[in-house]
T-cell receptor
Framework: AQKITQTQPGMFVQEKEAVTLDCTYD???????LFWYKQPSSGEMIFLIY??????QNATEGRYSLNFQKARKSANLVISASQLGDSAMYFC???????????????FGKGTHLIIQP | ETGVTQTPRHLVMGMTNKKSLKCEQH?????MYWYKQSAKKPLELMFV???????ENNSVPSRFSPECPNSSHLFLHLHTLQPEDSALYLC???????????FGSGTQLSVL
């Protein structure tokens, strides 16, 4: 079963509008972290924002905010005042506690392809 | 200078070739990762190294062989690959295994 689900394969948004990218996750752990990354056509994955499972307030980083609804296991990314340069793939990811004492890395969703139109 | 550098950016190889992908991080991090990104699939974690020790191997075929000589360098040695191994291979590093990952730009691999 998928641990990270992004239900929007692609989105078209008008420049300067706000955008919400959906992400739901599945875990039985109480301690976990949620991440959003942006991948432009150049290929590099760029970190955007992080939310810890015990953080009481929604994370914000400039134009990015994370709408964290723990009971719904939802961690949507909100981009305010979208710009043409926001066109890219966006990935939601989760880090769970250690298993076997090692580092597990991040588990990623399939991504949403966001296109900002002028 | 970018924090995580991968070379080459593009690689085309035949199924009988042997090649290596290189990753170098200039961030002083302790953990390094290899991910595989195929079209229309989520990123797949392949290997994790923490303080040069391999801590994760997610059932990756033996035709992929990682090497981590020090905390700043990570290699992925490739031999007798299959066409389905064609993908973008991303390297990442992090300060600790609980911190955010910093990625390189990837190597786009095509196996003919």
């Amino acid at each position: 079963a998928q641990k990270i689900t992004q239900t929007q394969p692609g989105m078209f948004v008008q420049e300067k509008e706000a955008v919400t990218l959906d992400c739901t996750y599945d875990t039985s752990d109480q301690s976990y972290g949620l991440f959003w990354y942006k991948q432009p056509s150049s290929g590099e994955m760029i970190f955007l924002i992080y939310q810890g499972s015990y953080d009481e307030q929604n994370a914000t980083e400039g134009r990015y905010s994370l709408n964290f609804q723990k009971a719904r296991k939802s961690a949507n990314l909100v981009i305010s005042a979208s710009q043409l340069g926001d066109s890219a793939m966006y990935f939601c990811a989760m880090r769970e506690p250690y298993s076997g004492g090692g580092a597990d890395g991040l588990t990623f969703g399939k991504g949403t392809h966001l296109i900002i139109q002028p | 200078e970018t924090g995580v550098t991968q070379t080459p950016r593009h690689l085309v190889m035949g199924m009988t070739n042997k090649k290596s992908l290189k990753c170098e991080q200039h961030l002083g991090h302790n953990a390094m990762y290899w991910y595989k990104q195929s079209a229309k699939k989520p990123l797949e974690l392949m290997f994790v190294y923490n303080f040069k020790e391999q801590t994760e191997n997610n059932s990756v075929p033996s035709r992929f062989s990682p090497e981590c000589p020090n905390s700043s360098h990570l290699f992925l040695h490739l031999h007798t690959l299959q066409p389905e191994d064609s993908a973008l291979y991303l390297c990442a590093s992090s300060q600790g295994t609980r911190e955010k990952l910093f990625f390189g730009s990837g190597t786009q691999l095509s196996v003919l």
